[in-house]
């Protein structure tokens, strides 16, 4: 009895000492204990074990206490940075005076490579792919270590050309074996800058559609040299050790070789109808390839020096996308000597080989070269890229969207490594402010109903120490609008449980459930917990609000510049 007493009346006891210690004025207890030096202001910050007197730290590219501008109705709202954007000017009238005409845009963009895969971003040599034209470029250029694709190739791929997120521009995933749709209609980079005065080059794999309206020099290419579609199209089901089933059954191989999509490697023209067939991919014309596409590459940047017009070569390489088969010079070249590996060691040689032509034709210092992938590593067909983040391609993980990036620009892009985001719809807005539309200009381009998810990052690259432009960054996930990040926070709407289904084999993006409707307070902390396996939601509640606000922001976005569906999910 005296002790049940005794133990509630200690009860009590706490519950009125709570109580005061809730009541009292914040930090009245501390400052008596340990007054600030010369300080009589109230104490608003500290630790559950009294004041601090630490001043913190605010730091570049974090915008979460930042109200953005609206610089169009159908844009998206913009951190804006004066004195950058005049440091930036000012820069490219110096370089536009000295050669007489805006700067020439070199696109390298590979296929399925991992954030870690480049030596630049830590693998390299670690993962016996050493890659050191990539590496090279990138310390002498600005290394963008938040850049983000879509979860697929073809998604990726028109978000570069449209300036839209796949929820605007439609395509949700890739058209496989000639299904129906593609860039038709689409205002893309391309035709913007041939407006702008530039001659536009395309190479290498396309994979956006095969019908006329969406060939490439019906979208905006003066010339296209590749495949319309995806590498392993044309030979997986060749491959007796792949694709058995049908390559070892003569009715199932024929069936393949009569489907509607095109087998071979292509020339589009502008204003020729179709394509002209070069010749046929197959096991024997595949490990070619790369290098056929980097030969017409170098011819091209060749043909255009001393020319009066500025260009935009874009250049798509078949590596690393599943099955890889290395040229014959570079199986086995890479340490690793997994096809996977030998073909990065082939990409950088071949990135190598055009800058070296730049170099040698004079034109270096006026091309502005941009590097990345068009999403991160592919986990369901071995070997895979790396990546160190959660997820691989097909999911909206951080594995799954942020992708190796650097841009280099000799003497107009100061060498640093900077984490403020960049997504690849901002290309399309960055390459036409370049060309000369900046800002809300590329909207004179555009139907007033066409939303652009992209922003301008030209005074971000080339102002020294410049700093990005984009508070935001939304994430697609199929047909749903998946996440939103700001600074380190990432909130989590929908996203892709791989190990949901299937209890063996490889599991990836392609293999999983996408769950939609989450616990509500879903979000993560991508500097402390970058694989993304900790909910820290409730106990930052004060940057889930702004962020949860971002997100409420975006789908009245959606409500107004609605979602299409172009190739989709049939729901
Ligand atoms: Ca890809």
């Not at 002790?3 to 914040?26: I, S």
């Not at 559950?48 to 501008?69: E, I, L, R």
């Not at 913009?78 to 696109?107: M, S, T, W, Y």
């Not at 190796?404 to 290309?427: E, N, S």
Request: with cysteine.
């Amino acid at each position: 009895m005296t002790k049940r007493f005794t133990a509630v009346g200690v009860l009590l006891l706490g519950a009125l000492l709570f109580t005061f210690l809730l009541v009292m004025p914040r930090g009245a207890l501390a400052s008596e204990k340990q007054p600030g030096p010369g300080k009589t202001e109230e104490i608003t910050r500290g630790a559950v074990t009294g004041q601090t007197q630490a001043k913190g730290y605010d730091h570049p590219n974090q915008y979460m206490h930042v109200k953005p501008v609206q610089i169009a109705d159908n844009m998206e709202p913009v951190i804006q940075h004066p004195e950058q954007d005049q440091a930036a000017r000012e820069k490219l009238a110096a370089l536009e005076k000295r050669f007489g005409q805006k700067p020439n845009i070199l696109i390298f963009i590979t296929d399925d490579v991992g954030w870690l895969d480049p030596g630049f971003n830590g693998g390299g040599e670690a993962v016996g792919n050493p890659t050191p034209n990539m590496d090279r470029l990138a310390h002498d250029g600005l290394i963008l270590t938040s850049a983000y694709s879509t979860p697929s190739c073809t998604p990726t791929r028109a978000t570069i050309h449209t300036g839209q997120n796949p929820l605007h521009h439609g395509l949700l995933r890739p058209p496989m074996y000639g299904e129906p749709g593609g860039l038709d209609g689409a205002v893309t980079l391309p035709a913007i800058l041939q407006k702008l005065g530039y001659v536009t080059q395309g190479v290498g794999k396309w994979h956006m559609g095969e019908n006329e309206g969406s060939l490439p020099q019906n979208v905006g290419y003066d010339d296209y040299y590749g495949f319309l579609g995806v590498s392993d199209m044309y030979t997986e089901w060749r491959d007796i050790y792949f694709n058995p089933e049908v390559a070892l059954s003569p009715a199932r191989f024929q069936m393949m070789e009569k489907l509607g999509f095109d087998h071979n490697n292509v020339h589009c023209v502008k204003g020729k109808k179709g394509v002209e067939k070069v010749y046929e991919i197959n096991l024997t014309t595949i490990p070619n390839l790369d290098q056929d596409w980097c030969k017409y590459s170098e011819k091209f940047i060749k043909k255009m020096a001393g020319g009066k017009k500025p260009w935009f070569l874009y250049h798509a390489t078949r590596a690393c996308h599943f099955d890889n088969y290395p040229n014959h010079e570079f199986a086995g070249k890479s340490p690793a000597r997994t096809v996977y590996s030998d073909g990065m060691v082939e990409a950088d040689d071949i990135l190598g080989r055009l800058v070296k032509a730049l170099e040698e034709t004079g034109q270096l210092e006026n091309t502005l070269i941009f590097f990345t992938s068009d999403n991160g590593p592919e986990g369901e067909v071995p070997p895979h890229g790396r990546s160190p983040f959660r997820g691989f391609k097909g999911s909206s993980w951080e594995g799954g969207v942020r992708v190796p990036t650097f841009v280099y620009w000799q003497g107009m892009i100061k060498p640093r490594r900077c984490d403020g985001l960049f997504d690849l719809a901002d290309l399309f807005n960055t390459c036409a402010s370049l060309a000369g539309a900046p800002g809300a200009a590329v909207t004179k381009y555009l139907p007033k109903d066409r939303y652009v998810d992209g922003i301008d990052q030209a005074s971000f690259w080339v102002a020294d120490n410049g700093q990005a432009n984009r508070r935001s960054r939304i994430y697609t996930l199929n047909q749903f609008f998946s996440g939103v990040r700001i600074d380190e926070f990432k909130a989590l709407m929908a996203v892709e449980l791989e190990k949901a289904i299937f209890p063996r084999g490889f599991q990836a993006g392609f293999s999983g459930e996408v769950v939609t409707q989450t616990g509500g307070v879903l979000m993560v902390n991508l500097y402390t917990d970058p694989q993304e396996d900790v909910n820290s939601g409730i106990r930052h509640i004060p940057m889930m609000v702004p962020l949860g606000a971002e997100a409420t922001r975006y789908q009245e976005v959606l409500k107004k510049y609605p979602p299409q569906v172009k190739v989709g999910f049939g729901n």
